[in-house]
């Protein structure tokens, strides 16, 4: 089972101010399951290796890195970025007046309510 917190749900907001929103959906989706798909094996591996703590350490360090390279790189909005050219807003505008607006914050509370319900199911699956 995977939570992703608050994280995927940026994500959909981030990714819906561009016209190829669904690819930009489907390498953030496969991104995540690739992860988890191949830090059950590498940390087994690790903590052969290097014992338990290695584990939390080399994953932590890993999401550590991620959620600064995060805090550098992505903003709320292009048009916030102080690193896209002219004609790169110019070109995310004119695709968003083309295929309409983003989600907006619709999808961001029906996503946190999907998430609440799957926690409910988890902790009632205890009783």
């Excluded at 819906?16 to 989706?29: D, P, T, V």
């Excluded at 988890?36 to 932590?60: E, N």
């Excluded at 909005?77 to 309409?100: M, T, V």
Aim: aromatic content about 14%.
């Amino acid at each position: 089972m995977e939570f992703g917190g608050g994280t995927k749900t940026y994500l959909h907001k981030c990714m819906s101010f561009f016209q190829e929103y669904s690819q930009l959906a489907a390498f953030a989706i496969a991104g995540c399951s690739l992860g988890t798909v191949l830090v059950f094996p590498l940390g087994g591996v690790l903590a052969s290796i290097l014992g338990w703590r290695a584990v939390f350490y080399c994953t932590g360090g890993l999401n550590l890195l991620v959620s600064l390279l995060w805090w550098a790189f992505v903003y709320d909005r292009p048009d916030l970025h102080p690193r896209i050219s002219r004609e790169e807003k110019e070109h995310i505008e004119n695709s968003q007046a083309a295929s309409g607006e983003g989600f907006g914050m619709a999808v961001v509370v029906a996503a946190l309510v999907l998430m609440l319900l799957r926690c409910c199911f988890v902790i009632l699956s205890f009783f």
